[in-house]
């Protein structure tokens, strides 16, 4: 076992873990920070994606060791401390883009990524930014369409008004 | 205007917050103090006998809690089957036992052998791996139409059999039909196959047993889209706890699409466990186990014959299908390629004679049940491509031929059993043609030429039967379970209203929709309405949520609670307000006397009911709680016509979605946005099934797309923007809300589209293939390009 | 995942006195090492993680040379090669998904040598130069055959050279499932000819297509290849496609990548 000290969401934290702890374990386990999920062992599905130094990472293919010293953002650290939803998080409930709400958590996270590095994506960037993000409930239309609405394009236009 | 509250307004999902940030509750996310973990050590051959198991070495591995086999579970029952099917000479199917833990033998990879429990999840694997087994490897059976040929090896050797059942549907119309393709002036001919598919909700499955010593209550956290239907196939058929003493919950669930509904032996095992260990026991599937231990979907092999007159009128249709059950029977396994299958293959059209032939078959695979759509989708794409074969064979428009076959006149009763009570296929038809541009479509095919792509455009139309009911029906077709749905109805003394429906949601929004009923019945606003569903201590026994069934069943049952509630409020109001009962309105959330001023507020009844101090206590009781059970007197029946373009490119085979339009006709409409987006999703998982989607086994039974890098998610780049149209309704005449339901259509009228516009795409190349199976991947389209 | 030791050197030397444990592996962005240790197919004593290792990050350009740090994530690639090594950092740009070229790096590709994956093809087709920390490596030693390259035990992918050629472009057609190449294309031409590396094709992982290479070392045009077919002969075959498929998708994708590479 060894000690890792990290910022997640702002705050310090610490704890002891083995070589073979896995980041989401330790988000998950040890901080209790159950937002962020694991949907499949392959890599793909990124329902575990988080932020490492601003970086959009898959928290189940990376070693909690290796985020020593490193700056986490979760899902849980996305709403303002009164509850005021993010952009990005305001735009998926007002265009329907989660259904279920398993792989939200990444989807919003991914989500901020891109639109940190790409302020106005258009809808083919969109998409290919979610390539490691797999939606099984809203055939990704209204995800696809939240993104483009928190980065304040007009999305009226698109089909299915 | 779209309204802002009530029916019919596209209110924001109050779950969202929730899952928006962090803060939901799936069932992994639940841990009991002194919470043991469990490994299943499971078969990696497809077919053997178990000659040993030795457990001596693992037991002994640091952490472990104790290894369990099946020799533990000697005794305790099996797995039920929820429905029994009566095969065409009037005999039950062959129905072999689905033991917790494999006995004896093992029938598929991923069969559990042994289970683990240890401190935690790593040690318990460490010990299975320990785990010394002698298991003999016998020949698999994996190919349907080989397992039913003499000398097959047998999956269950004690059945004598692969054959499940040999069932005829309507098998006294065999002979008709028959007579009646003697005498075709055309017959098109289609043989295809059904993919299977792994319904990959994007949470895996979880159970977390929990057991009292104290009062002797069992608990299990599980991922489920039916509670109390786990409770009642678990607690009375595999361990025997009465309904009392065990309490199943499922908390946020992370989509089901069919495969959360089962009863499975990981549930029956934590329990049990639990139990004996006096001891939490959790379970959480990876990804690669869910795929060799979730039932999987679908998997129909099929031949198709269309009859039609010189003037191109359908006379009769017959199919013959193979089904697979996998190695066991899941719980609802033998409904899904029958009466929900059979009962479908009338579609849009007056087809008069049909008979329908389903030969289920056990092998060495996976066990196979409802996914989305569940016979449903086997059904309308065997009916729509054969359609659209028939109309090229003919050289006529394939809308025309289908408009021209449309059932106009409702209620219409089909020679396959159902009545269809409402519909207007040609409308729902107009409009499509209108929202997919069918007007510009060569004009965009020209432009897709000058690319060097190949376009085409496809359509197809479906009919989807909801709600399955009623249960006096559905218990002589073979269902061992009711059909209906119940909802309490709770009102608080401040006017507050809780609901508790049996009905379960896991993403379809319930929490937000079931409001405004409330909203719009008693005109209080959404917010004074809470949802509670998902525990079967706080809900009255349901039937949970598939087969589109929660706003058609689970609704209705709400509103009858909330009709007896306000029935009981008015005699209050009426009471309160010295007037005669018969004289009182509801308007607004206040109650009125007709022809005056007279007025007494929601919340004024409510508080008279929970201080009865001025109370008509020795006409009624105080209080405002009621519970409904609704059981519907028929199916409800969604209809729709459905558009896809394609773009194929002729040099790698490749098949890009264009355009996507969607018309459905689900009746009256709660919530149009959650109706869309489920709409979306099931477009999605349909473009899925169509174009990349293909659980695989090779001829030892050996999963070959075990795991995404070889399962192939649609992921957003696959998918379009989908033009969805939900304008045309025609209510359901026997609910109170004139729903019909909107889960599953979108799975199932859109993969007959995507293949119809692929093989539209190659005609216009000059290629003259007839039909690819799905998914229609590069290689397989190139293949037939180029065969 | 069986249990190991985690170790993050900060220099290449302490790194590779790490991995001198037996069993020792090293680990690049893990983005494949960690999937492979969940199935619990490898059991590594010690994780000797590179990703603390600064002198093996980066990207520079000198001269006709681009030499990439052997611990550079793809994303890096795919920013800081944009300019001098276009097609390349094309490729690093659409390796995985955002979070895998967050994380995985071009040492680690190389080392792995998945017969699927896309830099192998770069590298080959652009004759680099793999720089470990005990030699230097052409391309043409390095790849060996699905997962095996010429690295002894415990040798570290420290950089890769990359002679910058005057046109080149990678063309990837997915696998639909993992999104790896289901077969990969990499062209490059140069003064002194035209090399052209295939991936995902192969069952004995990336290789030259010197018939190709013929034809456009004489005439760079989608033209000189149009009538060529790469041999069906010990192609895979698999779910996703067969080894036929796989040889005629080798042709039409030389032909786009030549197009494309102008």
């Not at chain 2, 005109?523 to 058609?552: C, F, K, W």
């Not at chain 3, 492979?36 to 350009?61: C, D, W, Y």
Request: charged share 20%; net charge negative.
């Amino acid at each position: 076992m060894a000690k890792i000290s990290m910022k997640v969401n702002g705050r310090d934290v610490s704890g002891e873990v083995e070589g073979r702890t896995l980041l989401v374990q330790f988000l998950r386990d040890q901080l209790g920070l159950t937002g962020t999920h694991v949907g499949c062992d392959t890599s793909q599905c990124g329902a575990c994606t988080v932020q490492v130094d601003g970086k959009q990472v898959k928290s189940c293919t990376m070693f909690a060791a290796e985020a020593e010293g490193a700056e986490v953002s979760t899902i849980e650290g996305e709403a303002a401390q009164d509850g005021t939803l993010s952009a990005i998080q305001a735009a998926f409930q007002e265009h329907h883009g989660l259904q279920c709400g398993f792989c939200t958590p990444g989807m919003v996270m991914a989500a901020k990524s891109l639109l940190e590095v790409n302020p106005k994506p258009t809808e083919a960037e969109v998409r290919h930014h979610l390539e490691g993000n797999i939606c099984r409930c809203t055939g990704y239309h209204n995800i696809v369409k939240a993104i483009m609405a928190a980065s304040g394009q007009d999305v009226g236009a698109i089909a299915a008004e | 205007m779209p309204k802002d509250h009530g029916i019919g307004a596209s209110n924001k999902r109050r779950e969202d917050i929730r899952f928006l940030t962090g803060t939901g509750n799936y069932t992994d996310d639940i841990n009991i103090h002194g919470q043991a973990y469990v490994y299943f050590l499971r078969s990696d051959v497809a077919h053997g006998k178990i000659n040993s198991i030795d457990t001596a070495a693992a037991a002994a591995m640091p952490g472990v809690v104790r290894i369990f086999t099946g020799a533990d579970f000697e005794g305790i029952g099996g797995l039920p089957c929820g429905w029994q099917v009566t095969d065409k000479h009037g005999e039950p199917m062959k129905e072999p036992p689905h033991p917790v833990l494999a006995q004896g033998k093992v029938r598929h990879v991923g069969d559990p052998i042994a289970a683990v429990v240890a401190d935690s999840l790593d040690q318990a694997r460490d010990a299975a791996e320990a785990i010394e087994l002698d298991i003999e490897e016998l020949p698999a059976v994996v190919d349907m139409k080989a397992a039913v040929q003499e000398g097959s090896a047998l999956v269950h050797d004690d059945i004598g059999t692969n054959l499940c059942y040999d069932w005829g549907f309507v098998e006294e119309n065999k002979g008709a039909v028959e007579e009646a393709f003697s005498k075709a002036a055309h017959v098109t001919t289609l043989e295809l196959r059904n993919n299977r598919l792994v319904a990959n909700p994007m949470e895996p499955r979880v159970a977390v047993g929990d057991f009292n010593r104290a009062s002797g209550d069992s608990t299990l956290y599980t991922t489920s889209q039916n509670p109390h239907v786990i409770r009642l196939l678990m607690g009375a058929f595999v361990l025997g706890i009465p309904e009392h003493k065990l309490r199943v919950v499922a908390p946020d669930v992370g989509g089901g699409f069919g495969t959360k509904i089962f009863h499975y032996a990981e549930e029956a095992f934590c329990t049990f466990a639990a139990k004996q260990l006096n001891r939490a026991v959790k379970w959480t599937s990876s990804r690669s186990e869910a795929f060799m231990s979730d039932a999987h979907g679908r998997d129909h092999v099929t031949k198709i014959q269309l009859a039609l007159d010189a003037d191109n009128n359908f006379t009769a249709l017959r199919t013959e299908t193979y089904a697979n059950m996998g190695a066991y029977l899941s719980t609802f396994a033998p409904s899904v390629p029958t009466w929900l299958h059979g009962t479908l293959m009338a579609g849009n059209y007056k087809t008069p004679l049909i008979y329908v032939n389903v030969k289920a078959v056990f092998t060495n695979t996976v066990p196979v049940d409802a996914y989305r759509g569940a016979g449903r989708p086997e059904a309308t794409f065997q009916l729509e491509r054969v359609i659209d074969k028939a109309a090229r064979e003919l050289g006529v428009d394939p809308v025309e031929l289908r408009r021209q076959n449309f059932i106009t006149e409702f209620p219409y009763a089909t020679p396959v059993a159902v009545e269809y009570d409402t519909g207007d296929y040609h409308a729902t038809m107009d409009k499509l043609v209108e929202i997919a541009d069918f007007a510009g479509f060569e004009a965009r095919r020209k432009d897709s030429e000058a690319k060097g792509k190949l376009r085409g455009l496809g359509v197809n139309c479906y009919i989807e039967a909801c709600g399955i009911a009623p249960s006096n029906l559905v218990g002589q077709l073979g269902a061992r379970a009711g059909l209906y749905e119940s909802a309490t109805v709770r009102v608080n003394a401040t006017g507050g209203v809780v609901v508790m429906t049996g009905s379960h949601s896991h993403g379809q929004g319930h929490e937000t929709s079931f409001p405004q009923v409330i909203s719009e019945m008693i005109g209080i606003p959404e917010d004074q309405v809470e949802i509670v569903h998902g525990d079967t201590a706080r809900s009255p026994m349901g039937m949970g949520t598939y087969g589109s069934r929660s706003l058609a069943v689970g609704g209705s049952a709400m509103v009858r609670a909330a009709e007896k509630i306000i029935n009981k409020a008015k005699k209050i109001a009426a009471h309160l307000m010295e007037a005669s009962e018969g004289d009182i309105e509801l308007k607004d959330g206040a109650f009125s006397v007709a022809g005056t001023d007279k007025s007494v507020a929601w919340g004024e009844v409510c508080l008279a009911a929970y201080v009865p101090h001025n109370y008509p206590l020795e006409d009624i009781e105080p209080g405002l709680e009621e519970t409904a059970f609704y059981d519907p007197s028929n199916f409800t029946y969604p209809s729709g016509a459905y558009c896809c373009e394609v773009e194929v490119d002729p040099e790698t085979g490749k098949v890009t979605i264009e355009s996507f339009a969607a018309t459905d006709d689900f009746g009256n409409i709660v919530n149009p946005m959650i109706v869309d987006g489920q709409v979306h999703g099931g477009i999605g998982q349909g473009i899925g099934q169509a174009l990349l989607e293909n659980c695989a086994y090779d001829e030892n039974g050996q999963l070959l797309s075990a795991s995404y890098m070889d399962y192939a998610m649609p992921r957003a780049s696959d998918v379009p923007f989908y033009k969805v149209d939900h304008s045309c309704q025609t209510p359901c005449t026997h609910n109170p809300l004139g729903v019909k339901g909107c889960g599953e259509a979108g799975a199932i009228g859109s993969p007959p589209a995507v293949v119809n516009a692929v093989i539209d795409a190659l005609h216009s190349g000059g290629h003259k293939v007839e039909h690819i199976d799905m998914p229609v991947s590069p290689s397989r389209v190139w293949a037939a390009m180029n065969g | 995942m069986y249990a190991f030791d985690f170790e993050k050197p900060t220099s290449v030397a302490d790194a590779v006195v790490a991995l001198k444990d037996e069993d020792a592996l090293a680990l690049g962005g893990g983005q494949t090492l960690i999937p492979t240790l969940k199935q619990r197919l490898a059991s590594p004593s010690k994780l000797v993680s590179l990703m603390g290792i600064a002198e093996m990050q980066g990207v520079s350009a000198d001269g006709g040379t681009l030499t990439i740090g052997g611990g550079t994530k793809h994303a890096v690639v795919a920013a800081e090669a944009a300019s001098a090594y276009p097609a390349l950092a094309a490729l690093a740009g659409g390796i995985g998904d955002p979070a895998v070229r967050n994380r995985g790096t071009i040492g680690g590709s190389l080392a792995n040598n998945d017969p699927a994956a896309c830099y192998p093809s770069a590298a080959l087709a652009s004759g680099a130069t793999i720089v470990t920390d005990k030699r230097e490596i052409a391309a043409d030693d390095y790849f060996q055959g699905m997962f095996t390259t010429a690295l002894d035990e415990g040798e570290i992918v420290t950089a890769v050279k990359f002679p910058i050629p005057e046109a080149a472009n990678y063309q990837k057609f997915e696998q639909p499932a993992s999104r790896f190449a289901l077969v990969g294309v990499f062209v490059a031409k140069y003064a002194d000819g035209v090399r052209v590396a295939v991936t995902g094709a192969s069952e004995e992982g990336v290789f030259r297509w010197t018939e190709a290479e013929e034809a456009l070392s004489g005439n760079f045009s989608p033209d000189a290849v149009a009538g060529l077919a790469a041999s069906a002969d010990g192609m895979i075959t698999d779910l996703h496609g067969s080894g036929a498929y796989r040889a005629h998708l080798i042709g039409v994708l030389t032909k786009r990548a030549v197009a494309a590479a102008g």
